[in-house]
Every structure is written in C-alpha cells, then in structure tokens.
C-alpha cells in the first residue's frame, strides 16, 4: 500500500485479484534484492512460482501456521481482506488453505504452530532456527 498510493481493497476494486498479484510480485521482487530485511507477506504471494523462488533463494522463510478455526476468527472483523468479504469466508479460507499450506512448507526455513504456543514461545523459536540456521 505504501508504494502504491492506494490500499488493497482500492486495488481490487479497480485492478482485480490479478492486478494486485502482478503488483505483490515486482514488490516482492525488489524486496528480494535487499540485505537484513524482515518481511511480512501476504498470505497469497506464496502462490506465485516467481515469488517462492525469490523468497526461498534470497531469505530466511518463518510460516507461522494456524488452523482454518484460528483464521477465521482471527480475520473476522478485518474489512482490508477482499477475499474474505463473502457470505462465507470460512469457505474461502479452507480453499485457501489447501492450495497454500503446501506452499508454504516448500519454502518455509522452519514451520511454527501459533495454536497453542505463545508469542515469547514464537518469537524464541524463530531466533532458534535462525540462528542455527546462520
């Protein structure tokens, strides 16, 4: 949204999921080019093939997984998700899901589980793995 002048609703509105995906991707492919940067995707840029190769190339991958119950309650009031301003967005989300977990475990460094785990527990995790990573 910074670098465009607009937010993501404004740009689906106008442009379509396919604009906003074509935008996700030169964003994500200058980002790429930039050294010790802490990047907070889109849930959607991991399905981009373009997308996974840079990330996975040029960064260390945290997917921080939930469940669909999780999501949903935890996107439940959000207005700024397109895709999720529908009759049933738990629907959405479950098919989302299925298309993006898989990816997201392709390139993910390491996978954590926010069900149960608390955000000392999380963050803890992540310099772990990173470090031993490093």
Request: some cysteine; hydrophobic content about 35%; charged content about 35%.
């Amino acid at each position: 949204e910074e670098r465009t002048g607009a937010d993501i609703p404004w740009i689906f509105d106008v442009e379509g999921e396919a604009g906003f995906r074509k935008r996700e991707e030169a964003v994500c492919a200058e980002l790429c080019n930039e050294h010790s940067l802490v990047i907070a995707t889109g849930g959607g840029i991991i399905v981009n093939e373009a997308n996974r190769r840079r990330i996975r190339r040029n960064g260390f991958v945290v997917y921080l997984s939930a469940d669909v119950d999780r999501l949903v309650e935890r996107t439940s009031k959000d207005t700024r998700r397109p895709l999720l301003q529908t009759a049933n967005p738990r629907e959405v989300i479950e098919q989302l899901l299925a298309v993006r977990d898989p990816l997201y475990r392709e390139v993910a460094d390491v996978v954590i589980d926010t069900e149960s785990n608390s955000p000392k527990y999380i963050s803890e995790r992540i310099i772990e793995a990173f470090n031993e990573r490093a």
